[in-house]
């Protein structure tokens, strides 16, 4: 079964990760059926322990198809931001049949994604996990 992940980063600096099963066959049938599914969940919890639901820019999707997608996917998610571990999970992750796209789950996120006014964007400072 295939494994969807959402990571998405805040303006406070902190992440969340989201991931569920499906049986859809690639990101699009997912995203088609399930469109804003994991972004909600995202929203409500961020609410119910009181943290911003500002993003700092589009989030990313992860689509694992197979276990070793998604324990590629597990562990670049898992490295810390900018570190050599994160370098080595991501080539390995591309080597997989992960796909990887941009999520935009507001007006304005789409229109940023589109226009491409994304350049001010920051690397999130020293990651340690998400939650």
Do not use: C
């Not at 989201?18 to 995202?42: C, I, K, P």
């Not at 996917?73 to 050599?84: E, H």
Request: aromatic share 6%; proline share 2%.
């Amino acid at each position: 079964m295939a494994v969807v992940t959402l990571l998405s980063d805040f303006v406070d600096g902190s992440s969340m990760a989201l991931a569920e099963d499906t049986d859809a066959q690639t990101l699009n049938d997912y995203m088609t059926r399930s469109q804003g599914h994991l972004w909600s969940s995202v929203q409500q919890r961020r609410h119910q322990r009181g943290l911003t639901t500002t993003r700092r820019g589009p989030g990313t999707v992860y689509f694992a198809p197979d276990d070793q997608s998604a324990e590629a996917v597990n562990r670049y998610l898992q490295s810390d931001t900018g570190s050599d571990e994160e370098k080595s999970a991501l080539e390995s992750l591309r080597t997989t049949r992960t796909e990887i796209a941009p999520h935009v789950g507001a007006d304005a996120e789409r229109k940023a994604l589109l226009d491409g006014t994304l350049r001010g964007l920051t690397l999130q400072a020293k990651a340690r996990g998400f939650g």
